[in-house]
């Protein structure tokens, strides 16, 4: 039986790939198919699937020749696989500090964290919403900066009128079990770059010579050749399996539907919340966003109550679904105690520094308040009940 969130042809696809026995000469390959659907609904010129949301970021890192001695400004206030790309590709990640309203890196905080050894911006669209990119992208602009959109959280969401994922030099997105499209573990960078796909191809697909843009494939004259070099640059084996790429083809299909479902539940929780915006504070949407709402975010700001004590009361009534936000990464023990695998040696003293407490103060002071409530309900009546229970919680606490 098929689930809420799988209803399409989830089932049809994966019994194609089953089919052809795995031949990838059979047809045209799933990753294919998906990366054609998910790159013209967003209107870009090239997908590239990956087999997550954090290979995607560590590949357009390498592709754009980041390494040892570079620096990438990042948000402290999201998931560590931010973060980690950019260990990965042994540079040095520089936190920028968070906007009070809408959570999202700032670009002030990214100005004054700019050096020469500055080569690219990571934006989150933190919880679904997109950051205000003019001011981000008119800073890389001036100083010669790739920019990447993590937009694993935030799938159709908008900024001024332009689909998010679309205004950076690429977007990242995952499609990991928790995001609004899901094939339980996936990854797809979108990007109008040709070359730049191309290099992600081949860091995704061990190197493979004979890869292109559109295709991971190599052709089977060319392979069962012994004059055939294979590798003709290092890569990472990064490949998205067919079986996923069946179930995110038929997501992407039903994409606007599935976006809807956690966009309306956002948008329920918001109304809910107003009547006590004073001290349980939600993420502001400027007017010049359409949020996704991968989740519904709010923190309290008040002392006289503890964070446990409105979760407490929220489970008591019936609540489900509520999650604290992440630790801030640079406070996470991996960088803290720099728990990371020989990279210390690219980190300098002076960003070692860096990541103490008192770097990003806004961050600091939201993290340890926020809530993040479930959008992912099917059953609209469960939404409804969750909903009550908030606004019941929030009165007691009134
Ligand atoms: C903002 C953000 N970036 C990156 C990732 C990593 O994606 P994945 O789990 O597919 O590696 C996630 C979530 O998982 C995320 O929320």
Not at 33 to 54: I, L, P
Not at 173 to 182: D, E, F, G, I
Not at 201 to 220: E, H, P, Q, W
Not at 271 to 288: A, G
Request: proline share 4%; aromatic share 12%; hydrophobic share 40%.
């Amino acid at each position: 039986m098929l689930t809420n969130r799988i209803f399409g042809n989830e089932l049809k696809y994966l019994e194609e790939v089953l089919e052809s026995g795995f031949r990838a000469s059979s047809g045209a390959s799933m990753m294919q198919r998906f990366e054609k659907a998910f790159a013209s609904k967003f209107d870009v010129s090239h997908g590239v699937a990956f087999v997550n949301g954090t290979a995607t970021m560590h590949a357009a890192l390498e592709a754009w020749g980041i390494g040892s001695g570079d620096e990438v400004i990042v948000p402290p206030m999201t998931m560590a696989s931010t973060t980690f790309a950019v260990l990965q590709c042994n540079a040095t990640p520089i936190f920028a500090d968070i906007d009070p309203k809408t959570f999202q890196i700032c670009s002030n905080s990214i100005a004054e964290n700019i050096t020469n050894k500055t080569k690219a911006i990571i934006t989150v669209a933190l919880f679904g919403l997109s950051p205000d990119m003019d001011p981000i992208m008119a800073l890389a602009r001036k100083h010669g900066l790739k920019v990447l959109e993590d937009n694993a959280e935030c799938f159709l969401g908008e900024y001024k009128g332009r689909l998010a994922g679309t205004i950076g030099d690429c977007a990242s997105y995952s499609l990991q079990n928790s995001k609004h499209l899901t094939s339980g573990e996936g990854g797809i960078v979108i990007t109008n770059d040709e070359e730049f796909a191309v290099k992600l191809r081949k860091i995704a697909s061990l190197g493979y010579s004979g890869v292109s843009a559109t295709s991971g494939k190599v052709t089977r004259q060319e392979i069962q050749s012994p004059d055939y070099f294979r590798h003709v640059s290092l890569g990472w084996n990064y490949r998205m399996p067919e079986l996923c790429c069946a179930v995110a083809l038929a997501q992407v299909e039903n994409i606007d539907t599935l976006v809807k479902r956690r966009k309306d539940v956002g948008e329920l929780f918001s109304e809910v919340v107003r009547p006590f915006r004073q001290w349980f504070v939600p993420q502001s949407t400027p007017s010049y966003a359409v949020h996704s709402y991968w989740t519904f975010a709010a923190y309290l700001a008040r002392d006289d109550i503890t964070w446990y004590e409105l979760r407490e009361k929220f489970a008591s009534l019936g609540g489900d679904g509520v999650y604290a936000c992440w630790k801030l990464t640079y406070k996470e023990p991996f960088l803290a105690n720099m728990e990371v695998l020989g990279r210390e040696q690219f980190i300098s003293q002076r960003n070692i520094d860096k990541y103490q407490t008192g770097i990003c103060p806004v961050a600091e002071s939201l993290q340890p308040r926020m809530f993040m409530f479930k959008t992912n309900y099917w059953d609209w009546q469960k939404a409804l009940s969750q909903a009550e229970i908030l606004s019941e919680t929030l009165s007691h606490f009134a």
